[in-house]
């Protein structure tokens, strides 16, 4: 996860050779493992978007995830 000053995630980036460093921590990147909660109603509709979404993945990590970030849908 890429975070800003305010420790916000800003960017989600699925399985990053080289992820982007904490704010004043160079040395120092989040990671996360994989655990998703979800209510069922907010799930369904993700998921009913994506399969509409021409060119997705159907990942969690590739294109839900970064979607739900990019748009403050959450």
């Given at each position: 996860m890429h975070v800003d000053t305010r420790n916000w995630m800003v960017e989600f980036?699925?399985?990053f050779k080289d992820p982007p460093?904490?704010?004043n921590?160079?040395?120092m990147?989040?990671?996360l493992m994989g655990i998703?909660?979800?209510e069922t109603r907010f799930l369904i509709e993700q998921l009913q978007?994506?399969?509409a979404t021409?060119?997705?993945n159907?990942?969690?990590g590739k294109d839900i995830i970064p979607y739900i970030v990019k748009n403050d849908t959450a």
């Open positions: 980036v699925e399985k460093s904490i704010p921590k160079p040395d990147a989040l990671a998703y909660v979800f978007r994506d399969a021409e060119g997705s159907r990942d969690f």
